[in-house]
């Protein structure tokens, strides 16, 4: 089982990147798919989740509107869109699967970096 998160780096303030995930070795489409981020000395949080077909997501208030949970299910791949960034959005991103048995896995995450 893989996930490898890519697309992180260094954007000034007002900036975007898009994150994505590329799946393999589980049942991605029948599989939720999440994004988290742990900012320096802060715990863990859930940032978006999008369900297997991509018919419903769901978004931590401190990105609603500006960031957009996506995926692929032929190329197995999930993405977030992330515009209007600010550097308290500064963390690692981590993406997160839990297939429809309960089963959880965690990419290596990438790091996201906003500043001027």
């Known amino acids: 089982v893989q996930l490898v998160e890519s697309g992180g780096g260094l954007v000034q303030p007002g900036g975007s990147l898009r994150l994505s995930c590329a799946a393999s070795?589980?049942?991605?489409?029948?599989?939720?798919m999440s994004w988290y981020r742990r900012a320096p000395g802060k715990e863990r949080e859930l940032v978006a989740t999008?369900?297997?077909?991509?018919?419903?997501?769901n978004y931590a208030d401190s990105v609603k509107g500006r960031f957009t949970a996506s995926r692929d299910n032929v190329k197995k791949t999930v993405y977030l869109q992330m515009n209007s960034l600010k550097p308290d959005d500064t963390a690692v991103y981590y993406c997160?699967?839990?297939?429809?048995?309960?089963?959880?896995?965690w990419g290596q995450g990438t790091q996201v970096t906003v500043s001027s």
């Open positions: 997160n699967a839990r297939t429809a048995s309960g089963i959880e896995y």
């Open positions: 070795g589980f049942t991605f489409s029948s599989s939720v």
């Open positions: 999008i369900s297997s077909f991509g018919y419903s997501t």
